[in-house]
């Protein structure tokens, strides 16, 4: 049975706690899903709609960017995936009459778990001046209102154009070509709060912004280290991955702050051996290491496999570090010099542990590092993964089978959105592609990323903001601020499939664009039609939605920015040519444009041909060609770093629940870590809940402290419970998106401008 939208948040004083999982998925999970699907969809569209995810010629899952296997199973999802799924083929509606009934004020009064639950948004909405709800309108009025309001304006860089990684490639490109048309760079994405670190770091290193491994690559590891990733919740495909290396014999490390259930042990839902047997211990060596400590664990390894090289020989692949790389002696000159007290402080491991870690490097004929957020979100990020590609390339690691590097991406198609241009700093070679295709010349000066596009909003300089998906307001650090930014905007847009908090949070005006998912049919003038995706390992291939579109007055994103583009460029002989309407009916023709522009691309149409998939080159793995400055892989020596705390305080990461995607929170448990009908908890050490003088249980406020000692800015976030938590002294972990009002905005990754959400000091207040 379908159940009704909630009228109320959730009471979080009935909140309970109990003891955190020790292994993760198994039938639970399915069933877990299973109510959640038929919540929101009913039996029958939960058994249509689940069995497409992830099949040849179905839809790809909007869970996350983690590649399917070659050979697909019936139900080749998950738990998390099928949350997904069900939160976008809901039958809940939100269309005129709930904005009729809701004000802006009372749903700004609402969190983003009730805004997400109401349903799938259906009519395009606009929120005058000065008024209290948003009204029915057509699409040619949004539109135009759009059109107008950019046309207006004093300067293109005025506007600011966010993306987030669902879009598909075709959607993103048409997204790129309308803005650089417009004449801006202004393409913040969710990328920068996200990966941005590992681009920086791998671009710089290995000359590709991209991970070098394939699912079978994974497979054939002999070793496979895990930092700063919790795939049990946020990737659970891979956990069926790394059971497979496993079996053939591979050893795991993971390495991480808190002890999460799928790292520890998997129950494989789709083998006997998970039903029956209880599943699979995964990780032989769990390193609890403080956060932060990761560049330090890394450095360590590097230093002990160099000295182990001198004294026997062996160790390091020399013909590869003289064939194919530059900067050894430099790199080895720094680690010899790290201290082992420094390590040893950085990581909270001793000397002999981080030795006996690297020994199991030094074993493995074929190591793979993946890592997720664990490893972007600190301020010295892109100096960790540095380190990262240092330890691999010792052991020519690097474009071998069953070996390489492996940032594991979130959004599904994050990784194609920078592919096709999505990106506020795009190389010359990509520009000049477009010029020539299109017959304009797309702006050269680098854009706004995110922190940069807040900076702006806020000192007012930002007219017109537009956001193709995502919910900027929430995701982004420092909520507070951007709240205040968007509000002095004229114009906000959001092409959405849901109502957010993006949407109740404007402008002086306001419009919402609804949009079809990939679940849905997609019917144009030339016919059904299919987009495509580009995986974490770098995999392309097509996704198709079935299902009835949640109203007759829905437009696909590619509908709505050829549509756009039209208006925009409307006698304007510098901008971009095309056959706009063309373009709008007949995707294939914009991957023929796609082809002529991304290197890669070529046959485009032929080779995602019923359901193919094809890989784009990668030239450190397919030939251990190097794109650098030096045309070598290079080691690069960087010096020690790690998140000081100060007395009394705490460093707090921000996480994910079991229970959420990003900002999309589908309920309020957090099965894993024994968390029960609320959200707002601290995770922290009990011996440190003591010594500073609480008790579990107790209710506190999160006050960040941020800047020099004479002039510390205080955010505050209000009451949190005290959970006693497996978690190293003085780190504490709380829920993202709610702790993102601790984030300061100018606490951003080095180089890749990343917001610091895995390390905000913080001191805890108790409540009157
Ligand atoms: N169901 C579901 N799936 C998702 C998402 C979701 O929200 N829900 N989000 C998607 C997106 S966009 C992304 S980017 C990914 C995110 O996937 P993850 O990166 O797995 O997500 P987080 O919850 O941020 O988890 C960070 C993990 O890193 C650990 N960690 C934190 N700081 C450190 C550190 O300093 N060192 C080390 N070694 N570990 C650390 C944390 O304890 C935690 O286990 O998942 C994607 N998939
Ligand atoms: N404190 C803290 N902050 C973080 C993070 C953290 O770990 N800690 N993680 C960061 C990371 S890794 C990321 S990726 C960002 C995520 O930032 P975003 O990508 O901006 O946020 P999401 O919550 O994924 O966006 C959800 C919204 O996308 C819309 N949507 C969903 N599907 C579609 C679609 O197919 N088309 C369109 N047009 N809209 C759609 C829905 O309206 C939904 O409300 O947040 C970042 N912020
Ligand atoms: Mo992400």
Not at 356 to 384: D, F, N, P, Y
Request: glycine content about 10%.
């Amino acid at each position: 049975m379908v159940t009704r939208p909630p009228e109320h948040d959730i009471d979080e004083s009935k909140m309970t706690v109990g003891t955190p999982k020790k292994q993760a998925v198994g039938v639970p999970a399915v069933l877990h899903s299973l109510k959640i699907s038929i919540d929101q969809m009913g039996v029958a569209r939960s058994a249509e709609t689940l069995l497409r995810v992830n099949q040849k010629d179905g839809f790809d899952c909007p869970g996350c960017a983690w590649p399917e296997e070659d050979k697909r199973h019936i139900a080749e999802f998950c738990e998390n995936g099928a949350k997904a799924v069900a939160e976008e083929a809901t039958v809940r509606r939100v269309g005129p009459e709930f904005f009729a009934a809701h004000s802006i004020d009372e749903l700004r009064g609402h969190d983003d778990w009730w805004l997400g639950q109401q349903g799938r948004l259906t009519h395009p909405m606009i929120l005058d001046e000065g008024a209290t709800h948003y009204r029915p309108a057509s699409w040619d009025e949004a539109l135009d209102l759009i059109a107008e309001e950019l046309r207006g304006l004093d300067d293109p860089d005025e506007a600011v154009f966010y993306t987030s990684g669902r879009t598909s490639n075709e959607a993103a490109f048409m997204y790129q070509l309308l803005v650089r048309g417009f004449g801006t760079n202004n393409l913040p994405d969710c990328s920068n709060m996200c990966h941005e670190s590992s681009g920086s770091a791998l671009g710089e290193t290995i000359g590709i912004g991209k991970g070098t491994v394939s699912i079978t690559d994974i497979h054939d590891a002999e070793l496979l280290i895990v930092a700063g990733q919790n795939p049990g919740t946020n990737h659970p495909r891979m956990l069926s991955a790394l059971e497979k290396a496993k079996q053939r014999g591979a050893t795991i490390i993971a390495v991480n702050p808190l002890p999460e259930a799928g790292l520890l042990h998997f129950n494989n839902p789709q083998t006997p051996r998970g039903v029956i047997l209880g599943g699979t211990p995964l990780a032989d060596d769990f390193v609890q290491i403080r956060l932060g400590g990761d560049q330090a664990l890394f450095q360590a390894i590097g230093k002990h496999l160099i000295e182990a090289h001198g004294d026997h020989g062996g160790v390091l692949d020399i013909d590869f570090i003289e064939a194919h790389t530059s900067g050894y002696d430099a790199y080895a000159a720094g680690v010899a010099g790290a201290s082992w007290a420094d390590l040893e402080t950085a990581t909270g491991l001793t000397e002999q542990r981080m030795r006996a870690i690297a020994e199991q490097v030094r074993a493995s004929g074929k190591t793979i590092v993946c890592w997720a957020m664990g490893l972007t979100q600190h301020k010295h990020s892109v100096a960790t993964l540095r380190d990262v590609v240092n330890v691999l390339l010792l052991q020519g690691n690097i474009g071998r089978p069953g070996a390489g590097v492996c940032p594991v991406r979130g959004h599904s198609n994050v990784q194609g959105d920078r592919t096709m241009g999505i990106y506020e700093k795009p190389a010359e070679a990509f520009l000049a592609a477009l010029d020539d295709e299109f017959a304009f010349r797309a702006p050269r000066e680098h854009g706004f990323d995110t922190v940069q596009a807040i900076r702006a909003m806020d000192a007012g300089r930002v007219r017109v903001f537009l956001a193709v998906g995502g919910n900027f307001v929430s995701a982004t650090p420092d909520t507070a601020v951007v709240e205040r930014g968007m509000a002095r905007a004229d114009l906000t847009v959001h092409v959405s499939t849901k109502l957010n908090r993006s949407h109740v949070v404007t402008g002086r005006r306001a419009i919402i664009l609804p949009t079809l998912g990939r679940t849905d049919r997609d019917r144009r003038g030339a016919g059904d039609q299919r987009v495509t995706v580009e995986d974490s390992m770098g995999a392309v291939h097509g996704s198709r939605g079935r299902l009835a579109p949640p109203s007759d007055d829905m437009l696909s994103e590619v509908a709505i920015l050829a549509r756009l583009c039209a208006r925009v460029f409307a006698g304007r002989d510098d901008a971009p040519r095309a056959d706009w309407a063309g373009l709008e009916n007949d995707y294939r023709t914009i991957r023929e444009h796609i082809s002529r522009v991304v290197p890669g691309f070529e046959r485009y149409e032929e080779r995602i041909e019923k359901g193919r998939t094809f890989y784009l080159p990668n030239a450190p793995r397919d030939a251990r060609r190097f794109a650098t400055t030096s045309g070598r892989a290079m080691f690069t020596a960087n010096p020690l770093e790690y998140p000081r705390i100060p007395e009394g305080r705490l460093l707090l990461q921000t996480l994910r629940s079991h229970d959420q995607y990003n900002t999309t929170i589908y309920g309020k448990d957090d099965r894993y870590r024994g968390i029960h009908d609320g959200r707002r908890v601290v995770l922290i050490h009990p011996d440190d809940i003591r010594e500073l003088g609480f008790t579990e249980g107790d209710i506190v406020d999160l006050v960040s402290e941020w800047g020099p000692a004479d002039a510390v800015e205080e955010r505050r976030a209000e009451s949190f419970r005290l959970v006693g938590y497996d978690t190293p002294r003085r780190n504490a972990a709380a829920y993202y998106p709610e702790t993102n009002v601790l984030v300061p905005l100018e606490s951003y990754a080095d180089v890749s401008g990343t917001p610091t959400s895995k390390s905000i000091v913080v001191r805890l207040v108790k409540r009157a």
